[in-house]
């Protein structure tokens, strides 16, 4: 009798996990899935929109300013300057200098549109040798910038908006917007370097980063030119630098000599090399200091740059130990 209850007891407990615990042990697998995949998909979309929001708060600082440089260059004072520099040098002068009077007034023109400007930190002209004839920083005149790619564009006859540099002067960062100025033929006479303080886009960048979030800035080289809650100085860069881009910056000493140490983060460059199809992109999870990161990578519309936005994997892991908690206490108490 008594083996016949324990029988039917078993039997009962059988049942009733067959029926019941195991059906719903399943269905917690199940939704405990759904919510991890969608606590990550979530969390991936909250890091693209951040990316992307940073790329544009860059971008409309940067393209408010294209067109200064290109007004600047069709000015009347602009004009004027260029004129005389091609008359000197029609003369054969072997050094071609303004009259006194007129480099004075050229340079306080200069002076006073800076003055009256919230982003532009310097303006100079170059002649058509690259040397610096006038500037409102008056540190400039007489120095040689034939080897930046600013003058090398506007002798061409383009407009050019430079990759974030470092001043061969004053050691300061900032992008260089540059525009020719026509002669009487339409030749360039001479060109119109307007240098962008940069100071609005890093103070973007380190305000907006946390002990959880890292934000930052790098070039199509893989230079990190930006970082949130850096605690090196110095610029560094994701990998090694290759070959081309190494001869490139050396060639325009576009870092002003400045030695580039490699991080190592494969992850984060192999993403951004991908961002050149468009859009945006988020990475494989890699390892900085001393703590597994995942970021997001959206372009700029400034020349190769990308903002990232890199968040900690154990933000989102968790969420997941949260939502494991969950499912696990309603399991123990069915």
Do not use: H
């Not at 708060?57 to 004072?77: M, P, T």
């Not at 303004?98 to 549109?113: C, G, I, N, S, Y």
């Amino acid at each position: 009798m008594r083996k016949w209850r324990e029988s039917i007891v078993v039997r009962i407990l059988g049942t009733f996990l067959l029926l019941v615990i195991l059906p719903t042990a399943l269905l917690a697998g199940f939704s405990y899935s759904q919510a991890r995949q969608a606590a990550l998909d979530s969390a991936e979309q909250d890091l693209v929109k951040s990316a992307q929001n940073v790329a544009s708060d860059i971008d409309r600082y940067i393209d408010s300013e294209i067109a200064v440089a290109r007004y600047g260059a069709l000015s009347a004072q602009a004009q004027e300057f260029a004129r005389l520099l091609a008359e000197q040098e029609a003369q054969g002068a072997a050094a071609p200098t303004v009259e006194v009077d007129t480099q004075a007034a050229v340079d306080r023109w200069l002076a006073t549109w800076v003055g009256t400007s919230s982003s532009l930190s310097i303006v100079f002209i170059l002649d058509t040798d690259g040397t610096c004839v006038a500037s409102s920083d008056p540190n400039l005149v007489g120095r040689n910038f034939a080897q930046r790619t600013y003058y090398q564009s506007a002798m061409a006859g383009r407009s050019e908006v430079s990759d974030w540099s470092i001043g061969l002067v004053t050691g300061l960062p900032g992008v260089y917007i540059s525009a020719p100025i026509a002669k009487a033929d339409g030749s360039p006479g001479a060109v119109l370097v307007a240098k962008l303080d940069v100071a609005p886009i890093e103070e973007l960048i380190f305000n907006a980063g946390s002990d959880d979030q890292i934000e930052f800035l790098i070039n199509s080289a893989g230079v990190i030119l930006v970082e949130s809650g850096a605690e090196t100085t110095g610029l560094r860069t994701l990998t090694e630098l290759s070959a081309e881009d190494a001869a490139a910056i050396d060639a325009t000493q576009q870092f002003a000599g400045a030695s580039l140490t490699p991080v190592g983060l494969t992850e984060v460059r192999a993403a951004q090399l991908t961002l050149r199809a468009g859009g945006t992109v988020v990475t494989d999870p890699f390892k900085y200091q001393d703590q597994v990161w995942v970021a997001a990578l959206s372009n700029t519309t400034a020349e190769g740059w990308a903002a990232g936005v890199a968040i900690r994997a154990d933000q989102v892991t968790a969420q997941l130990r949260m939502t494991s908690l969950v499912f696990a206490a309603f399991g123990l108490f069915m």
